[in-house]
């Protein structure tokens, strides 16, 4: 349980009011100021900044981390939080512009989020791709939809294209492991997985790591680069805060020195929709596996995972459960990173 303290922390900048769809329309600073309210909320407590208010948790796909670490947070910070499963506790959405709506989905997300931002402080939306296109799901059509009919914060809880918490939450977890994240030699592994996965998380580490001036290597096979107009914003982001950025299709190569290896694994733009496709290309690539002798070639290296993660086929026991594994830190630091950003937006 949270501590109250009777000095609380005070940001120097204000983002009252604002959403978070991503961490591309926040500059460091801002970033930053989170993070310091994160780790100091982690380590001296906070007040009750949400007292009165409600937030809104929309999911129209399952969770854990986020379901339990949201609630959480905004309980501990005074406030209560609206629990709705689409389609099973609420109507089914539609979010498509123009459409009729003859089939199976029963309200439009015109409505549904102009009602709910007269009930509540902030909406939480949390919505996975279909996998199906990747020149619409590209363009976040369901957190989109709500960031433009509501009137409070929308924040993110994960889309198709982006994960800001867990980003945000993994840089915390770098800096208070580190000290300093600047030039930090991390590398972001795909690895093997039997389904095709959400670019998300892939694309909120990339991007917040070159907004931190950290030195990137993403390894992946050729099929599974990430999209080029997010890699040239990432690139963008490196050079302008000193930091590099390079994709190897050599993972022992790409892991040789670094800091960090950051595993996941994510669908190709390639074969978007097209899973038997896909699934053919994928096989050739089993073996991108995170075991003891990849983190050997590290520098003392350290491994992170956003969880939930297949034991023995994304990473191995054995450093999965050593003590060089960040991954139940990152889960821990997604309520406090959590907890500041509510403060901060509300």
Known sequence: MAVSITRRPTPRLTLKGRSILTTGEFTREELSEILDLAIQYKTLGHGRPLRGKSIALVFFNPS???????????????????????????????????????????EHLKEAARVLSRYVAAIGVR??????????????????????????????????????????????????????????????????????????????????????GMNLTIACPPEYE???ELMDMVRAHAHRNGGLVR??????EACRGTEIIYAKSWGSRHYYGRWEEEQAVRKQYRDWIVDEALMR?????????????????????????SERSLVIQQAENRLHVQKALLAMLL
């Open 226 to 228: 990430l999209d080029p």
């Open 64 to 106: 854990l981390r986020t379901r339990a670490s949201m609630e959480i947070a905004i309980h501990q910070l005074g406030g209560h939080a609206v629990m709705l499963d689409v389609g099973k506790g609420t109507w089914t959405l539609e979010y498509r512009e123009g459409v009729v709506m003859d089939g199976d989905r029963s």
């Open 247 to 252: 994709v190897l299709h050599d993972r022992h």
């Open 127 to 212: 919505s996975f791709p279909a996998l199906r296109s990747f020149e619409e799901e590209r363009k976040d059509p369901i957190l989109r939809s709500f960031a433009r009919y509501s009137s409070v914060p929308i924040i993110n809880m994960e889309s198709a294209m982006s994960h800001p918490l867990q980003a945000l939450a993994d840089v915390m977890t770098i800096r208070e492991t580190f000290g300093l994240v600047d030039q930090r030699q991390v590398v972001l592994c795909w690895t093997y997985h039997p389904k095709p996965l959400p670019m998300a998380v892939p694309n909120s580490f990339a991007l917040i790591a070159a907004q931190f």
């Open 297 to 321: 070639a590290t520098h003392r290296g350290y491994f992170m995972h956003c969880l939930p993660v297949r034991r023995n086929v994304v990473v191995t026991d054995a450093v999965l459960d």
